[in-house]
C-alpha cells in the first residue's frame, strides 16, 4: 500500500541476475505487483507502470539490519529516523531493526507505540523496534509482544543509561519474558573494576585493553546459562571475541543465534592508530586473531548473520578525549559494498552474503517473507554494480553524522537501486523521500 492506501503500482526489472538463495545467479525479469515480488522469469512482457532496465546487473533481496542506533526521541542531532531510514535505502539495506537506548529510552508500552508511529510517517524502508529492560520493567516487556522484535539487555553499559547488571533482576527477566532477548554481553563489574585500573590513560588503544575479551566472555557465558537454565531464545549481539566464539562451539542450543558487525570483520585494534578515537566501540574492536576467528565463525554457521550496530555520533564528539568520546560508528551505508567487496576478492560467495545480510535476521527474529528473491515474498530488493570501484566518501552520506570508519576505501557493490515493498527507494544517487516502508511483524519460530 502506498501512503494514500492504495495498492503500489507495478513494477519491472528487466535484464538483471537473481542471486538465489543457494547463491546461483539467475539471468532475467522480475516483476513486483502489490508490493510483492509477482513473478521471476527469463523474460516477461507483462504490461506495468515503470520498468527500469537492470543491465545485466546483480539483484539481491534488500538486507536486512538487525542492530541500528538512530537516536528519536532525543539525541536527532546526530540521527532521526528519517535520515537514519535514508541512509539504508542507500546502503541498500530495505528493512531495520532499531535499538532501545534513545532519549527517553523505548522500556514502555508508550514510548513503542510512539515509536512506530513516528517511522510510520518518515521511514522509506521497513521498520521494528526493540523493548529495553531495565531492573524493573517486566510487565512492559510482556506487554510488547505485538509491538516489538524483542527485548534488548544492555548487560554493560553503553551509550545512553540503559544496564541490568544486577544478576537477580537479569534472572527474572529470563524467567518472566517468554520473548527473544537480545543482549549487549560485556560484564559491567569488570567494565567498572577495569576503568579504575586505567584511569588517566587517554590513548584509544586503552578502550580495548579496559572493556577485554574476559568482558566479554563473561557476559556472554551468563547470558548463555540463563538462556539454556529458562530454555529462553537468546540472540548474541555483536560478537566479538574469540573466546565467545569458543562458548558456542562447546554447546550452541538450537535457541540461541549470533551476530558480528562490519567492524569486528574489517577492522582490528590496529585502527585506533589511523583514526584514533573514532574507533572507539563497544565491544571494542579486538586483536588481528580475533577478527580472523569472526570470520571463520560466521563461515562456519557459529555466527548467524551481519548487524551493523549503526552508532551515528557527530565527529565534534568523537575527535574528544578518550574519558568523553562516545562509542559507536555509523554502517548502515557500507555493510553490503563491504561484504561485496569481499566476494569480489572471492573470500564468500553470494549464498553466505545472502544469508548473512538478509535470510539469517529473517529466520531468527521470524520476519515473515522477507529475505530471499522468491515469488509470493516482498519485493525489498537491492540491485548492486559489482563492475566498478568507488572509494567511501563522507559527503555522500546520507546518515547525519557524516563520516565513516571506511572512508577513502575502495569498495565495489554500491547499490544503484533500492526497492522497498514494490517502491523505488533510492535511485540514481537520490533517496526517493517519499516512499514509505511498513512495520515489520514477527512470528518468533519454534524451537
Ligand atoms: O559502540 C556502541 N555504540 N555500542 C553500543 O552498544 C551502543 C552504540 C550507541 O548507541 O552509540
Not at 33 to 61: F, K
Not at 191 to 207: M, S, Y
Not at 235 to 245: D, P, R
Not at 417 to 443: C, H, K, N
Request: aromatic share 6%; charged share 25%; glycine share 8%.
Amino acid at each position: 500500500m502506498n501512503g494514500d492506501g492504495l495498492l503500489t503500482g507495478s513494477l519491472l526489472l528487466r535484464d538483471v541476475r537473481m542471486v538465489l538463495d543457494d547463491g546461483s545467479l539467475y539471468a532475467g525479469d522480475l516483476l513486483c505487483q502489490g508490493g510483492l515480488i509477482q513473478a521471476m522469469d527469463r523474460a516477461l512482457n507483462s504490461p506495468t507502470d515503470r520498468v527500469i532496465d537492470g543491465g545485466g546487473r546483480v539483484l539481491l533481496p534488500g538486507v536486512i539490519d538487525p542492530q541500528v542506533h538512530f537516536r528519536e526521541p532525543g539525541k536527532e542531532y546526530k540521527e532521526d529516523l528519517q535520515t537514519g531510514s535514508w541512509a539504508c535505502a542507500r546502503g541498500g539495506v530495505t528493512s531495520f531493526l532499531e535499538m532501545p537506548n534513545t532519549s527517553p529510552p523505548t522500556t514502555t508500552v508508550e514510548r513503542l507505540e510512539d515509536k512506530l508511529a513516528r517511522a510510520a510517517s518518515k521511514c522509506v524502508v521497513n521498520y521494528g523496534f526493540f523493548a529495553g529492560a531495565t531492573a524493573d520493567n517486566i510487565e512492559a516487556l510482556q506487554q510488547s509482544a505485538g509491538l516489538s522484535c524483542g527485548v534488548k539487555i544492555f548487560m554493560g553499559a553503553s551509550t545512553g543509561d540503559l544496564l541490568v547488571d544486577d544478576p537477580v533482576a537479569l534472572e527474572r527477566i529470563f524467567k518472566e519474558v517468554p520473548r527473544l532477548i537480545a543482549v549487549h554481553a560485556e560484564d559491567e563489574a569488570r567494565i567498572r573494576e577495569r576503568t579504575r585500573l586505567f584511569a588517566g590513560r587517554t590513548d584509544p588503544h586503552v578502550h580495548s585493553q579496559l572493556r577485554d575479551n574476559e568482558c566479554a566472555r563473561l557476559a556472554t557465558a551468563q547470558a548463555l546459562e540463563l538462556s539454556r537454565r529458562y530454555r529462553r531464545r537468546l540472540h548474541i549481539l555483536h560478537l566479538s571475541a574469540a573466546e565467545e566464539l569458543a562458548l558456542l562451539r562447546a554447546d550452541k542450543p538450537a535457541w540461541v543465534t549470533a551476530e558480528v558487525i562490519p567492524q569486528h570483520l574489517f577492522l582490528s585494534t590496529a585502527a585506533y592508530d589511523t583514526i584514533g578515537m573514532r574507533a572507539k566501540q563497544n565491544p571494542p574492536l579486538r586483536s588481528e586473531a580475533d577478527r580472523q576467528a569472526m570470520w571463520a565463525g560466521l563461515r562456519s554457521g557459529l555466527i548467524d548473520f551481519v548487524a551493523t550496530d549503526h552508532a551515528p555520533h557527530l565527529l565534534s564528539e568523537k575527535d574528544r578525549d578518550y574519558a568523553e568520546a562516545p562509542a559507536g560508528m555509523p554502517g548502515v551505508e557500507t555493510s553490503l559494498p563491504l561484504m561485496l567487496t569481499a566476494l569480489a576478492r572471492d573470500e564468500v560467495n553470494f549464498a553466505q552474503i545472502v544469508r548473512w545480510m538478509s535470510r539469517g535476521a529473517a529466520k531468527a527474529y521470524g520476519i515473515p517473507n522477507k529475505g530471499s528473491l522468491r515469488p509470493g515474498f516482498d519485493a525489498d530488493l537491492v540491485l548492486v554494480d559489482l563492475e566498478s570501484y568507488e572509494p567511501v566518501r563522507a559527503e555522500r552520506m546520507a546518515s547525519k553524522c557524516g563520516w565513516s570508519p571506511f572512508e577513502g576505501w575502495s569498495l565495489t557493490g554500491w547499490p544503484v537501486l533500492t526497492v522497498v515493498g514494490g517502491r523505488v527507494a533510492f535511485e540514481a544517487g537520490e533517496v526517493q523521500t517519499d516512499t514509505r516502508g511498513s512495520a515489520l511483524s514477527f512470528q518468533p519460530p519454534e524451537f
